[in-house]
């Protein structure tokens, strides 16, 4: 086989198979004509696509080895012959490809999002409670909904165009991903073209590559004869061997893949979940025949339970399963909430944990100040990861837990993703422990180290915080780590270590340096490629990294300004109410100047999801001289682009500012606002001059008599129901 070892072909008596002619049976390629070697490769691209199939989905090979590898070099000599006439579907085109320079990026044309967790029983219950809730719906009123196991792999997303795979992009950050087009082609359960009838003009499929336990077991061993890296998990092995530079690599890796979902689609082919499912299995897409239908929440605990009893004999790793809403209209009214659809929910299994010895406790200097104590332990292994670090929240949480440097701690993954440190084994604490007290000063720059007030109760808050601003360099040098972070500017290749040796070296003080490291080290006495651990082509490479964020969106510049309590979902919040970096920078001003009681500072407390504390933090960053000249210098490497509304549908209210008040009787008041914003409205908390409608249900009460006084325009629940056409 040309790119991985395969099995045997089981033996199936008394069933007559049709084999295709074998290459001496088919004449030269010397003598072909054009239009027989077109004919020919259209052939082989279906044969060995189908051998594919029968291998590596149904686990039923219909031919050896051999007789496979000669397809492989049939179709490889008559593509040798005529180059011109290599289709987008070819199998060569699944090994031997040449390396790639790097990932470019993918803007989803749907976003990714990310699933809500549940943990507990209760909180499926509460689950299914808030969508019978939010429909308007009595406990009796049916709701089907799909359950299948929660993979444990890396998420992707898959388009096809009439019928042919043309792109495939890694989650990223939900609105933007890797492409890693060449490598999901060398994934022979991913097929090039979708097979069966009905197939939409565009399909873009999401689902979860992912790696077997056998086959994890197989890599590591053949990883370490070779003197290779060893995989920590077969989550962490399928992620790397997909994020491969030269897709020959990813050909060489057992992944798989199995479709759960969709995002741009030219037209829906069911009108649920489960039809959905059952059309791209169909279609030649691996599927989770686990996948189940449920209609009731006993049935949707019954199948948790379920999987928590197969998951280790599954033979691939899940770490929950998750419930989705199968009616798409339902769906649709249901919306989303920040990152996170309103009509599924992650039921995750318990955490695992562990348990090991604490041997010191060190302080970490936040962007913003923040010094966070960070658990350094004795190495141990939870979850199949190798944990060394672990959390420890803040001074206040290690004082509740009485954790001591010499304890012997438990260890949990929250969420199977963040160390922490759950409780102390009291038996075993040495007699000569101290209790842990904070540092009244900074470790990095001496300056004092104050504990946060508490905005609300004017008390002490449970944060302590350095005071040196611009004076510490961790500070500065967390500020530039976050500005290059996967959500932020996501720069390949400059990660934290890379931000070390460069603010160390003195090359990079502000985020507009990033952008001016190239034409400054090719002026410099000792260029980057000149020092130890930089090549010339990874200094290109890096260079080439920095060039391709000089263009970024609107949310993820305001992140990655590190601007306090600006965390991603205000970040996207302020966009989506601003549009543009100028709009939002003209509002700010505004508030800037007019002050905390103006009605410019109210303007931007009344965007959903904004309150004061955001307000002061905003007003507080761009007030500042220091902070303003280096945004405006970074502005003068970079151009922020507009925030795209993604999921808005023109209409009537688009662009509109509505206020929704009183008791509505044909929609639930969430509802009507995520309806609002599908249709490109903007929902606002409180009433004011720039407000369009007010929707008053039974029951307004201020808000409608201020949209009186102002002279708002007023509708009834009929009327903005009129008005929007539904």
């Known amino acids: 086989m040309t790119s991985k070892t395969r099995r045997p072909a089981k033996t199936k008596p008394a069933i007559?198979?049709?084999?295709?002619?074998?290459?001496?049976?088919?004449?030269?390629?010397?003598?072909?004509?054009?239009?027989?070697?077109?004919?020919?490769?259209?052939?082989?691209?279906?044969?060995?696509?189908?051998?594919?199939?029968?291998?590596?989905?149904?686990?039923?090979?219909?031919?050896?080895?051999?007789?496979?590898?000669?397809?492989?070099?049939?179709?490889?000599?008559?593509?040798?012959?005529?180059?011109?006439?290599?289709?987008?579907?070819?199998?060569?085109?699944?090994?031997?490809?040449?390396?790639?320079?790097?990932?470019?990026?993918?803007?989803?044309?749907?976003?990714?999002?990310?699933?809500?967790?549940?943990?507990?029983?209760?909180?499926?219950?509460?689950?299914?409670?808030?969508?019978?809730?939010?429909?308007?719906?009595?406990?009796?009123?049916?709701?089907?909904?799909?359950?299948?196991?929660?993979?444990?792999?890396?998420?992707?997303?898959?388009?096809?165009?009439?019928?042919?795979?043309?792109?495939?992009?890694?989650?990223?950050?939900?609105?933007?991903?890797?492409?890693?087009?060449?490598?999901?082609?060398?994934?022979?359960?991913?097929?090039?073209?979708?097979?069966?009838?009905?197939?939409?003009?565009?399909?873009?499929?999401?689902?979860?590559?992912?790696?077997?336990?056998?086959?994890?077991?197989?890599?590591?061993?053949?990883?370490?004869?070779?003197?290779?890296?060893?995989?920590?998990?077969?989550?962490?092995?399928?992620?790397?061997?997909?994020?491969?530079?030269?897709?020959?690599?990813?050909?060489?890796r057992p992944l798989r893949f199995f479709a759960y979902a969709w995002g741009e689609m030219s037209e829906l082919v069911s009108d649920t979940q489960h039809g959905m499912i059952e059309a791209m299995r169909h279609w030649g897409l691996p599927v989770n025949p686990l996948t189940r239908r449920c209609r009731t929440t006993d049935e949707l605990l019954a199948f948790y339970n379920d999987?928590?009893?197969?998951?280790?004999?599954?033979?691939?790793?899940?770490?929950?399963?998750?419930?989705?809403?199968?009616?798409?209209?339902?769906?649709?009214?249901?919306?989303?909430?920040?990152?996170?659809?309103?009509?599924?929910?992650?039921?995750?299994?318990?955490?695992?944990?562990?348990?090991?010895?604490?041997?010191?406790?060190?302080?970490?200097?936040?962007?913003?100040?923040?010094?966070?104590?960070?658990?350094?332990?004795?190495?141990?292994?939870?979850?199949?990861?190798?944990?060394?670090?672990?959390?420890?929240?803040?001074?206040?949480?290690?004082?509740?837990?009485?954790?001591?440097?010499?304890?012997?701690?438990?260890?949990?993954?929250?969420?199977?993703?963040?160390?922490?440190?759950?409780?102390?084994?009291?038996?075993?604490?040495?007699?000569?422990?101290?209790?842990?007290?904070?540092?009244?000063?900074?470790?990095?720059?001496?300056?004092?180290?104050?504990?946060?007030?508490?905005?609300?109760?004017?008390?002490?808050?449970?944060?302590?915080?350095?005071?040196?601003?611009?004076?510490?360099?961790?500070?500065?040098?967390?500020?530039?780590?976050?500005?290059?972070s996967r959500l932020a500017f996501d720069i390949e290749g400059l990660g934290e270590e890379k931000i070390e040796f460069f603010f160390d070296e003195g090359l990079l003080r502000t985020p507009s340096d990033i952008f001016t490291l190239q034409d400054r080290d090719a002026t410099s006495n000792a260029p980057l490629n000149s020092r130890k651990g930089f090549g010339a082509k990874s200094v290109d490479k890096l260079f080439a990294a920095i060039d391709a964020r000089r263009k970024i969106g609107l949310e993820r510049f305001l992140y990655a300004l590190g601007i306090r309590y600006v965390g991603e979902q205000t970040a996207k919040d302020l966009a989506k109410a601003y549009g543009s970096l100028a709009e939002f920078r003209k509002a700010v001003d505004a508030a800037i100047e007019s002050g905390k009681s103006s009605e410019a500072y109210a303007d931007i407390d009344n965007i959903e999801g904004i309150g004061e504390a955001v307000v002061d933090a905003l007003i507080d960053f761009f007030s500042e001289p220091h902070n303003v000249a280096a945004v405006d210098a970074l502005l003068a490497e970079i151009t922020v682009e507009p925030y795209e509304r993604l999921t808005a549908v023109a209409s009537s209210v688009t662009g509109k500012t509505v206020v929704f008040t009183g008791s509505l009787v044909r929609l639930s008041r969430n509802e009507a606002k995520a309806q609002a914003e599908r249709l490109g409205a903007k929902v606002a908390n409180s009433v004011s001059k720039k407000t369009d409608y007010v929707v008053a249900g039974a029951e307004a009460g201020s808000k409608l008599v201020k949209a009186q006084e102002l002279g708002v325009t007023v509708l009834t629940e009929d009327e903005w129901i009129t008005l929007i056409g539904t």
């Open 16 to 252: 007559a198979l049709t084999v295709a002619a074998g290459p001496a049976e088919r004449g030269p390629v010397a003598g072909m004509s054009a239009d027989e070697a077109a004919t020919e490769l259209e052939c082989l691209a279906r044969e060995i696509a189908r051998h594919d199939q029968l291998y590596y989905q149904s686990d039923a090979p219909e031919i050896s080895d051999a007789e496979y590898d000669s397809l492989r070099r049939r179709n490889d000599a008559v593509e040798a012959q005529f180059p011109d006439l290599i289709r987008t579907d070819s199998p060569s085109k699944r090994v031997g490809a040449e390396a790639a320079a790097g990932f470019g990026k993918v803007r989803h044309r749907v976003p990714m999002l990310s699933l809500g967790n549940a943990f507990a029983d209760d909180d499926v219950v509460d689950f299914a409670a808030r969508v019978h809730r939010f429909l308007g719906l009595g406990e009796a009123d049916p709701v089907a909904f799909v359950a299948e196991p929660k993979i444990d792999g890396l998420s992707i997303s898959i388009r096809f165009e009439n019928g042919l795979l043309v792109e495939a992009a890694t989650r990223g950050d939900g609105s933007e991903g890797e492409r890693v087009t060449d490598n999901v082609r060398m994934i022979r359960e991913i097929p090039h073209k979708l097979s069966g009838k009905n197939v939409p003009n565009v399909v873009e499929v999401r689902g979860e590559i992912y790696m077997s336990h056998a086959d994890f077991k197989a890599l590591n061993e053949a990883q370490a004869a070779a003197g290779g890296k060893i995989f920590a998990n077969p989550r962490n092995a399928a992620a790397g061997s997909l994020r491969q530079l030269d897709p020959t690599i990813t050909a060489a």
């Open 307 to 484: 999987m928590g009893e197969k998951r280790a004999k599954l033979g691939y790793d899940i770490d929950g399963v998750v419930y989705k809403v199968d009616r798409l209209d339902l769906r649709d009214r249901l919306g989303f909430v920040s990152r996170s659809p309103r009509w599924a929910i992650a039921h995750k299994f318990p955490a695992e944990q562990a348990t090991t010895v604490l041997r010191a406790i060190e302080i970490q200097v936040g962007r913003t100040g923040s010094l966070t104590p960070v658990a350094k332990l004795e190495p141990v292994t939870v979850g199949g990861v190798v944990v060394s670090n672990a959390t420890l929240h803040n001074e206040d949480e290690i004082a509740r837990k009485d954790i001591r440097v010499g304890d012997t701690v438990v260890i949990q993954r929250a969420g199977d993703v963040i160390p922490q440190v759950v409780s102390v084994v009291l038996g075993k604490r040495p007699q000569d422990t101290q209790p842990f007290h904070m540092p009244a000063v900074c470790p990095v720059c001496g300056s004092h180290a104050v504990r946060d007030a508490d905005a609300a109760e004017g008390e002490r808050g449970v944060v302590r915080r350095c005071t040196g601003g611009l004076i510490c360099p961790a500070q500065a040098k967390e500020r530039l780590k976050h500005f290059v």
